[in-house]
């Protein structure tokens, strides 16, 4: 007789961002670039958007300025993929490993057996993973493994794939590592769209620890969907002058006409009965994807309180946002019966159910 394969334990969830805020420096500057008849949409929007905080590893100056004030990493002309690359290079790693600290201060982390990280804000080799590694001195059996340019819902494979490996391995400890820079990627925009879109992104780092230990959110079977005709609504352009984000006004109306699809919206949900889902942990794009989710799936208004706290908290931080909205989560009410679900390029929705310890 096959014994079943055992359950992966998402154990504890830790956040880091940095102490830079730049929401209302950005909102300045893009006033500034806009025609006079469309400011007063951009405040409108400003106003709707949800968010009152973005974080940035990029320095304060010693006068307090901005990235876009002078003497700051934008004040010029903009600075080359190069020039944001070098500081990908070490701020990822170390805002990474200030959110795995964090996560040691909850619970032991010795014996980690597998290093999972995720980003799409920058490349470097050798990659974060090894950097990561080393600054925490894991042993060099430890397996890696990078997830690259999957976006947002990023989060939901570096954890699916902790799943997978605990699934296979019952006693791996499976470190997962979420950390997006993409204030790193300002571009000279002069449209409202472009601009809108910039508007909704933060730097963070969130760290996890996935076992076989029943504590916490247990990990329950994945799902992913994908809508059709709609690659080009969410991508990364890789340019000289950093990666330039191109999120189309029409995705929240996109995602609430698919989810109104009885198939896809079962698809994107697992095939659960979603009267008895009681917890709700979907990616913090933006307000009006979570108004989307919520309206379309007729949610109860506070079903989504958690995402929309951090993304009024932190804004969209990619990959890393999904792990706030968990972490807040855990520290919540137990959940019998969790929904956790992304939106990304492709345009897909991905995402896995969870259930609380007993």
Same mark, same amino acid.
């Given at each position: 007789?096959?014994?079943?394969?055992?359950?992966?334990?998402?154990?504890?969830?830790?956040? +880091?961002?940095?102490?830079?805020?730049?929401?209302?420096?950005?909102?300045?500057?893009?006033?500034?670039?806009?025609?006079?008849? #469309?400011?007063?949409?951009?405040?409108?929007?400003? #106003?709707?958007?949800?968010?009152?905080?973005? /974080? &940035?590893?990029?320095?304060?100056?010693?006068?307090?300025?901005? =990235?876009? +004030?002078?003497?700051?990493?934008?004040?010029?002309?903009?600075?080359?993929?190069?020039?944001?690359?070098?500081?990908?290079?070490? +701020?990822?790693?170390?805002?990474?490993?200030?959110?795995? #600290?964090?996560?040691?201060?909850?619970?032991?982390?010795?014996?980690?057996?597998?290093?999972? *990280?995720? &980003?799409?804000?920058?490349?470097?080799?050798?990659?974060?993973?090894?950097?990561?590694?080393?600054?925490?001195?894991?042993?060099?059996?430890?397996?890696?493994?990078?997830?690259?340019?999957?976006?947002?819902?990023?989060?939901?494979?570096?954890?699916?794939?902790?799943?997978?490996?605990?699934?296979?391995?019952?006693?791996?400890?499976?470190?997962?590592?979420?950390?997006?820079?993409?204030?790193?990627?300002?571009?000279?925009?002069?449209?409202?769209?472009?601009?809108?879109?910039?508007?909704?992104?933060?730097?963070?780092?969130?760290?996890?620890?996935?076992?076989?230990?029943?504590?916490?959110?247990?990990?329950?079977?994945?799902?992913?969907?994908?809508?059709?005709? &709609?690659? #080009?609504?969410?991508? /990364?352009?890789?340019?000289?002058?950093?990666?330039?984000?191109?999120?189309?006004?029409?995705?929240?109306?996109?995602?609430?006409?698919?989810?109104?699809?009885?198939?896809?919206?079962?698809?994107?949900?697992?095939?659960?009965?979603?009267? &008895?889902?009681?917890? /709700?942990?979907?990616?913090?794009?933006?307000?009006?994807?979570?108004?989307?989710?919520?309206?379309?799936?007729?949610?109860?208004?506070?079903?989504?309180? +958690?995402?929309?706290?951090?993304?009024?908290?932190?804004?969209?931080?990619?990959?890393?946002?999904?792990?706030?909205?968990?972490?807040?989560?855990?520290?919540?009410?137990? *959940?019998?019966?969790?929904?956790?679900?992304?939106?990304? =390029?492709?345009?897909?929705?991905?995402?896995?159910?969870?259930?609380?310890?007993?």
């Amino acid at each position: 007789m096959t014994s079943s394969a055992p359950v992966a334990w998402l154990n504890a969830v830790a956040t +880091a961002t940095p102490t830079h805020d730049i929401h209302d420096a950005f909102i300045g500057w893009a006033r500034n670039r806009l025609a006079p008849r #469309e400011v007063r949409l951009f405040d409108r929007m400003v #106003e709707r958007a949800g968010i009152g905080h973005r /974080w &940035s590893v990029l320095p304060i100056g010693s006068d307090g300025g901005s =990235p876009v +004030a002078p003497g700051g990493f934008y004040a010029e002309a903009m600075p080359g993929t190069a020039a944001r690359m070098g500081i990908y290079s070490d +701020a990822a790693p170390t805002l990474a490993v200030r959110a795995i #600290e964090s996560l040691a201060a909850q619970m032991p982390l010795g014996g980690i057996t597998h290093l999972v *990280v995720a &980003s799409c804000t920058g490349f470097v080799a050798p990659g974060i993973d090894q950097i990561i590694a080393a600054r925490l001195k894991l042993s060099p059996r430890v397996e890696r493994l990078l997830v690259g340019f999957m976006g947002c819902y990023a989060a939901v494979a570096a954890l699916r794939s902790a799943r997978h490996i605990v699934r296979s391995e019952p006693d791996a400890r499976v470190l997962v590592v979420t950390v997006e820079l993409s204030t790193l990627h300002l571009q000279p925009a002069t449209e409202l769209e472009p601009l809108l879109a910039m508007l909704q992104f933060g730097d963070g780092a969130a760290a996890a620890l996935v076992t076989a230990n029943p504590a916490g959110f247990a990990i329950e079977a994945p799902f992913a969907a994908t809508l059709p005709d &709609s690659a #080009e609504l969410i991508r /990364w352009d890789i340019t000289d002058a950093g990666f330039a984000m191109h999120l189309s006004g029409e995705v929240p109306g996109r995602i609430a006409t698919a989810l109104t699809d009885p198939d896809f919206a079962t698809a994107a949900t697992g095939g659960r009965s979603l009267g &008895s889902v009681d917890g /709700w942990a979907v990616h913090a794009g933006g307000r009006s994807i979570l108004d989307a989710v919520e309206r379309s799936l007729s949610l109860p208004r506070q079903a989504l309180a +958690a995402s929309r706290a951090v993304l009024a908290a932190n804004g969209n931080m990619s990959s890393a946002t999904l792990m706030f909205v968990l972490a807040a989560m855990l520290a919540g009410p137990p *959940v019998a019966n969790g929904i956790a679900l992304a939106f990304g =390029p492709g345009l897909a929705a991905e995402g896995f159910g969870f259930r609380s310890a007993a």
